[in-house]
T-cell receptor, first 116, second 114 residues
Framework: AQKVTQAQTEISVVEKEDVTLDCVYE???????LFWYKQPPSGELVFLIR??????QNEISGRYSWNFQKSTSSFNFTITASQVVDSAVYFC?????????????FGTGTRLTIIP | DGGITQSPKYLFRKEGQNVTLSCEQN?????MYWYRQDPGQGLRLIYY???????QKGDIAEGYSVSREKKESFPLTVTSAQKNPTAFYLC?????????????FGPGTRLTVL
């Protein structure tokens, strides 16, 4: 069985502070994919990043960075110099890597509020 | 512009009525999905379809039905058998055969049962 845990239900930080969103996952598979999605107040989920289990390189995209560590089953997301537009609910998700089983297992999300 | 459209954005239903939520995509994706989101919870998979005229139950299919007669369309019917239908419903699509691809989401439909 797969499980994704986002222990931080809500986080509030002052604008320009850095913030890290935690994601811990459980899976018996050796090959899998991890995702982060952003859900702004409008409701639509916006894809941020995909990472496969063979690639433990950290990734940076502008103010966003991701730290994937298989040893601790974690895929954490850091926003540097946060902005008000970063306020949203962020979801971490896990997917099997086999055809015919495309289910995404989502965490419960972390609501991030950036205070101006 | 390519994307996923869902209609209506808000839907109100009386108890005992069936209601159909629309989902259309012009991304030429083979796979389509329906998720349900409740406050403070993650998304849960209702149904998914990897190809036209075929679909599979997800984790919470009871009280829902779907059809996939066209590649572009994957409507979801919330039946009167669904005991607690008030929720936010999200449709998604993806290139199912390419397993590492992400799913793209529509703007959602918020269903309220009165």
């Amino acid at each position: 069985a797969q499980k994704v845990t986002q222990a931080q239900t809500e986080i509030s930080v002052v604008e320009k502070e850095d913030v890290t969103l935690d994601c811990v996952y459980e899976t018996r598979d050796t090959t899998y994919y991890l995702f982060w999605y952003k859900q702004p107040p409008s409701g639509e989920l916006v894809f941020l990043i995909r990472r496969n289990s063979f690639d433990e390189q950290n990734e940076i995209s502008g103010r966003y960075s991701w730290n994937f560590q298989k040893s601790t089953s974690s895929f954490n997301f850091t926003i540097t110099a946060s902005q008000v537009v970063d306020s949203a609910v962020y979801f971490c998700a896990l997917r099997y890597a086999n055809f015919g089983n495309e289910k995404l297992t989502f965490g419960t999300g972390t609501r991030l509020t950036i205070i101006p | 512009d390519g994307g996923i459209t869902q209609s209506p954005k808000y839907l109100f239903r009386k108890e005992g009525q069936n209601v159909t939520l629309s989902c259309e995509q012009n991304l030429n994706h083979d796979a389509m999905y329906w998720y349900r989101q409740d406050p403070g919870q993650g998304l849960r998979l209702i149904y998914y379809s990897q190809i036209v005229n075929d679909f599979q139950k997800g984790d919470i299919a009871e009280g829902y039905s779907v059809s996939r007669e066209k590649k572009e369309s994957f409507p979801l019917t919330v039946t009167s058998a669904q005991k607690n239908p008030t929720a936010f419903y999200l449709c998604a699509s993806g290139r199912g055969a390419i397993i590492y691809n992400e799913q793209f989401f529509g703007p959602g439909t918020r269903l309220t049962v009165l």
